[in-house]
């Protein structure tokens, strides 16, 4: 057999081995009111298929997935896929104005995408207004098939998911904090798996109860899809075994309590103890808290029950509780973001970019800007709070960024110009300027494909410092340093960690000081960046990064679908 022969067998091979382990997997999602009562009140909310939370969308590294949403209720809906990279499939990223128009009532469009070298834990959401209040659901990306985990197989898998639930609708109080500028009210429970738990009032059967067999290693899913509050959680008597952050796997370390910041995950084996214990424990969840928000100081509460076939009638066995941090127990939160370390192996390599081409600084934090006239408004003096990157507050357009940028018509939409490091200079952490208005635009940074990017994110103590959730759509990046104060170009990079540093795709900007990550722009499209913090209030942070086609066809976005909404 010649060498085109042998060739051409083993491109067979390999196009049926690809066939065997990838699939197709398609999903419905209905868009509708449902009715469901919490804390003894009910209400009718938007929900995915009847369900809060909603359907878990299952799948393996490589598989295709086709989620057809179909829209029945009277707002717009989006849906995002937080986490997954949509290498080349950005038309279906979801965020409204942004990737897509969003799906109007009666509309429906199909969510197509591939998952491309990724696997772990993501989730999906309502990517408009605050309808991910209750329309969110976990993604689970399984290994190709044969392919082990790096770790023992757990006997069983169990997703946990902290939510909220407000007995108001969640889109009056996002109305009213957009007319006055001030912070919008907090919600009235957290949730595990949509149940908030006993230490509710009127809440002790909608309790979530994780039942487990002595001597057993269970996987906990563990996704923060609260809308405002990073969490601290912990199961009473019981130590967690740290494996994966936002689907990348990290060195393995044991902890009694771990910090969860909203949009990120985290993959833990919790191991049960080797015989029955005559006791039950609550696992509990509350906020860490920094800055001058309100936010909901209460605690969720999930009970961690062992069966039993000698004992299955025992009741009134005690009930431990875990100690939790102090709600602004900021030691706690540095020491365990910086045990997070990628695993680094050839199998699962760290390529963080050694080289950059582009330096970026960021200032992110609270600003003003003036009342809507003939308005009442809750900031300082009559403003509005407004949240700002480079004191630029971004303006969400009324047509999709991504839609304009392709078809060449971005004048009136966007400018190309958003500013690589703040206009003005001062002492970011100490005395605030006097000025603190923020200029309300919408600009993109614009960067070539293939281009390394370095962004160092200060948090800044204008109307209060405080920690800032930040997710980036269409890349994973990693986390090189961090610390308090104001960033030091000269002394800080020295201390970077280019070997193993955290790879994920949403970190907290901490309270009074910074973030640097690293990555590379190899996803040609529009991609959002904002705060996971209220992301559609003026208290969100916002802005949008332009990645430009490459040279060669796989490096440049494919057109449009044919039924991509319109505005």
Partial sequence: MGAFGIFFVSLIASCLLHSVSAATR??????????????????????????????????????????????????????????????????????????????????????????????????????????????????????????????????????????????????????????????????????????????????????????????????????????????????ANHT??????????????????????????????????????????????????????????????????????????????????????????????????????????????ANVPLNVDKQLFFTVGLGTSPCDQNKTCQGPNGTKFSASVNNVSFVQPTTALLQSHFFGQSKGVYKPDFPYSPLNWFNYTGNPPNNTLVKNDTKLMVLPFNTSVELVMQDTSILGAESHPLHLHGFNFFVVGQGFGNFDRNKDPANFNLVDPIERNTVGVPSGGWVAIRFLADNPGVWFMHCHLEIHTSWGLKMAWLVLDGKLPNQKLPPPPMDLPKC
């Fill in 240 to 349: 967690l075994q740290v494996i994966d952050a936002d689907g990348v796997y990290v060195k393995p370390f044991e902890t009694d309590t771990l910090i969860i910041t909203p949009g990120q995950t985290h993959n833990v084996l919790l191991k049960t103890k080797p015989h029955f214990p005559n006791a039950t424990f609550y696992m509990t969840a509350r906020p860490y808290v920094t800055g001058p928000g309100t936010f909901d100081n209460s605690t969720v509460a999930g009970i961690l029950e062992y069966e039993s076939k000698s004992k299955p009638h025992l009741k009134n066995l005690p009930l431990f509780k875990p100690l939790l941090p102090a709600l602004n127990d900021t030691t706690f939160v540095t020491n365990f973001t910086s045990r997070l370390r990628s695993l680094a192996t050839p199998q699962f390599p």
């Fill in 26 to 235: 398609h999903y419905k999602f209905e868009i509708k009111m449902q009715n469901v009562t919490r804390l003894c009140h009910t209400k009718s909310m938007v929900t995915v298929n009847g369900q809060f939370p909603g359907p878990k969308v299952v799948a393996r590294e490589g598989d295709r997935l086709e989620i057809e949403v179909v829209n029945h209720v009277q707002n717009n809906i989006s849906i995002h896929w937080h986490g997954i990279r949509q290498l080349r499939s950005g038309w279906a990223d979801g965020p409204a104005y942004i990737t897509q128009c969003p799906i109007q009532t009666g509309q429906s469009y199909v969510y197509n995408f591939t998952i491309i070298g990724q696997r772990g834990t993501f989730w999906w959401h309502a990517h408009i207004s605050w309808l991910r209040s209750t329309v969110y659901g976990p993604i689970i990306i399984l290994p190709k098939k044969n392919t082990p985990y790096p770790f023992a197989k757990p006997y069983k898998e169990v997703p946990i998911i902290f939510g909220e639930w407000f007995n108001a609708d969640t889109e009056a109080i996002i109305s009213q904090a957009l007319q006055t500028g001030g912070g919008p009210n907090v919600s009235d429970a957290y949730t595990i798996n949509g149940l908030p738990g006993p230490l509710y009032n009127c809440s002790a059967k909608d309790t979530f109860k994780l039942k487990v067999k002595p001597g057993k290693t269970y996987l906990l899913r563990l996704i923060n899809a609260t809308l405002n509050d990073e969490l601290f959680f912990s199961i």
